[in-house]
């Protein structure tokens, strides 16, 4: 049972789903919390779609549960009025006039339509397309169309808000704009799933994530959490003068992992007791290296590692 | 529950119907079609007018009087001398005019360029001519003719009579009418569907509501389109038949003699019916269609044209075991079942079972076209197969 005290408003059990031979989710769970920016990142294929169709009730788990506490009702089903979800396969009518089309998607959610049309016209004054509103969709630039998809999923102004993939496609202007509706809306008291695979974006936003791989959990917990557990590593990017050999590099102390980015630099990852001091002074031994530099891990290197270890 | 369910089928409803339905296109398609008609018609006069030009005939001038007589009230007959054939077939080859004609007591030898349709006419005249002879040689007048060709005087006395051939005409039209709303149907079911699935609109919207609100609200929506334009035509082809009285000089109101109230009352629920069935059935079949131009299953769309043209069989004999069937098979009977209504006797107790029938029918395939539709779009990344929808559909 939900513990309404925690505020949770999303709690999975151990939800599998399998399609012919493949284990498209195996036995993953987790929890959303009100208020929450909630991650959900792994590589393209790891069954983060097929997770949100679960919860959406589009198709149903093969063994686990779902329970969903929205408006204060305990339910298996989300309920449409409540939620909202920009589907990563999206679309929208695009020989229908913008304003018309934001009003149904709204209606259909439950929402009047006389407010629905006010709020439609609110926030198409944010995002600089109220002069648009009565022109047809297919007119708009491929990033204004995602903009317009996005006020879709939110207008009727859902407690819950499932985004599957919404930086997909869009310039980093606009991703950077994306994430500022995010932040927005969260600040208006909407809880997010947020699903995707640009972990740089992601990072910049959640509180807690949920890394999948190949249906299986690999992380779940909050974004500070992974990296004090996994951040204190030291990645070494080295520019070297002739073609990467893995042999000159094998027995440095500390080393994970050697990964050649190109055919002249290559990236080391060094566990976390190791000594900085000690990795420069064993590499001034190695012939052959024009530059060094040193970081700490972004969520990106974490989950590559993460995957690897797993 | 159920008010939230009918405001959404309402909300979808006319929404498909606001998409679809396009007065302005409407009016455009009806004026084409008047202007075509009239194009047709004043186009088909002036190019048949020259035909239409009485037909100079050359006769040799010895040929029989009665018959030189005949011709003359058709015909501008010319009598020229036998001489004068070389030159006339001649003037034939090369400027490919005028007709001979020549007579004995047995044939009639006609000389022209070509048959034309003028030629033709002169065909049937020279037949009404030989008959008129031949009455003659065996003494017989044209009354006498007129009796022995006549049909047997049969009064006929029955119980149950029908007055049905004008009610024929009505349940016609109401046939063509549906043949026309299923057909647009088709297309805009197509559109509706297909298209959908293409923008990637779907996954958006069956998160908002279920599967069986959306395939209602398409199928009403777009069935109250059809209907829309099945109004349209109608209200045209009354005026149109208003207008043909006229010019035929029968009086206008010679229209409402076709428009048997009774009729229209028993036809109207059952076309409605009717093309709600085939829009569950035409929308099951879009749900498991990927893309319109390449897949094979688009020509089941024409399904309803075979059922519907099936349903005339009841004019060959509206008693037969055939009808009966086609009156009652609910993908028959929307049509059947008023066809028989007004050619043959039928019970109350048939029309109402027949219409309940019916009822039930498309009440149960518009649950199965959502279930086709909800299971379809767990398919993806290729069109599903019947054998895929059927496996998922019996684990669902």
Redesign the interface.
Known sequence: MIDKMQKTVLRVNFISKGFSNVKAVNNISFAVEQGDIYAFLGPNGAGKTTTI?ML?D???PDSGNIEWNLNGKQNKVPN?EH?G???E??????D?PILKSLV??A????MEKAYAKKTALDWLERIGLADRAKEKLQVLSKGNQQKIQFV??ILHKPEFVILDEPFSGLDPLNQELFIDFIKEINNQGTTILLSAHQMSLVEKVANKLFLINNGNEVYNGSLSGIYQLFGERIIIELQLEAPFNETTFQYLNGAESIDSIDDLRVKITFGQETNLKNVLHDLTKIEGICDITSHKPDLHEIFVQLVKKQ | MIMKYLKQVITVTRWEFSRFYKPKNEALGLIIMIVTSVVFYFGGKYAFSDTDKKLEISVYMDMDAALTEFLSNHYIVKEIQKAEMAKLIELMRNEKVGVLLESDSKNFVVHAYKNTRAIKNLKTHLTEYHKQREMQKIGLSPDELTAVLSPAPVIESFVYTDNSGKRVVLSYFFAGLMIMAVFLSFAYQFTAITGEKQLKITEQIVSAISPQVWMDGKIFGITLTGISSMLTYAVLSIVGGMLFFQFTGLPASGILDYIYLPSIVIYLPFALVGILIWNAILAAIASIITDPNNSGKSSLMMLPLFFVIASFLITRDPDSGLSIFLSWFPLTSATSMPMRWAITEVGYWQLSGSFILLVLTFYFLRKLAAKIFRVSILITGKEPTFSEVYKLSKMT
């Not at chain 1, 396969?89 to 695009?94: F, M, Q, V």
């Not at chain 1, 209606?107 to 439950?110: L, W």
Request: proline share 4%; aromatic share 12%; hydrophobic share 50%.
């Open positions: 169709r959406l589009i198709i149903k449409a939620i979800y920009l589907p396969e999206r679309g929208l009518y695009l229908i149904y998607m209606t259909i959610r439950g879709a999923s």
